[in-house]
């Protein structure tokens, strides 16, 4: 089985223009996410609309390929570059581009999951502990993931799931695994090529999560786990954070 990675990355962004060339470390964050990617993968590409992301890809040696100003998702673009670059892969995986300190061990769990013939499509998730505290429990912007006992999805939120009625929110954590959602997606080709066409549904609207609209329509998501925590750069404070990390733990594969 072969293995793309499809790094989507556009300039716009309202909390943080020109993310993927805000520099971590005395590299963009782009160049950090692609790095991070090459040897794990058959092969990477980074799917931008800006000629400015393009340039700075081909600055260091990476490959990149041009996709449209219109999409609404990163696996819209995905798909897209999956059909100019991708001929003869399998499985297409969805890096973020600003993930810079996505691990090798990572990209290892999400293609394990499709070691079994029936996976459509497979994300990751990490177990919240009980350091973490409530109040990264609670947090509308890390999406909590309840799975079955094949660890399948069976629905994501960024409310807390399950609701542990008869217990004290502090003792939550230490009575039931949480999972929490880590944003990297793999799909089979034809899947990508059936979701990508598929409407935005109620549930994906009513939590802004577009993975609601495949459960929705009756896809399954494979779900692996990984104890690797994340440092996703959505604001020029989780850069300065990122870089502060960087300087602590040092490069990171």
Excluded at 116 to 132: E, G, H, M, R
Aim: glycine letters at 6%; charged letters at 25%.
């Amino acid at each position: 089985m072969k293995f793309i990675g499809i790094i989507p990355a556009r300039y716009a962004s309202t909390r943080f223009p020109a993310k993927p060339l805000a520099v971590l470390g005395g590299k963009t964050v782009i160049q950090r996410v692609y790095e991070q990617v090459t040897g794990a993968l058959d092969e990477a590409y980074v799917a931008t609309d800006d000629e400015r992301i393009e340039a700075a890809v081909k600055s260091f040696g990476g490959k990149v390929v041009m996709t449209s100003v219109h999409h609404k998702s990163g696996t819209d673009r995905c798909y897209e570059a999956f059909q100019k670059v991708g001929k003869g892969y399998d499985v297409i995986v969805n890096i973020q581009g600003d993930e810079p300190f996505i691990r090798h061990s990572q990209l290892e769990a999400i293609k394990a999951c499709f070691n079994d013939d029936s996976t459509q499509i497979a994300t990751l998730v990490k177990p919240f502990v009980p350091t973490d505290g409530f109040e990264a429990l609670e947090n509308v912007n890390s999406p909590k993931v309840v799975v079955n006992k094949s660890m399948q999805a069976l629905y994501f939120s960024r409310s807390i799931i399950p609701y542990q009625r008869n217990k004290d929110k502090a003792e939550w954590l230490s009575g039931h695994t949480y999972y929490k959602h880590i944003g990297l997606y793999a799909y089979r080709a034809e899947v990508l090529k059936e979701i990508t066409a598929l409407p935005q549904s109620s549930l994906e609207l009513a939590e802004s999560l577009e993975q609601l609209r495949w459960l929705e329509n009756g896809y399954t998501i494979k779900v692996g786990v990984s104890d690797v925590e994340t440092i996703g750069i959505d604001t020029p404070e989780d850069l300065a954070h990122a870089e502060l990390w960087l300087k602590q733990h040092g490069e990171v594969k």
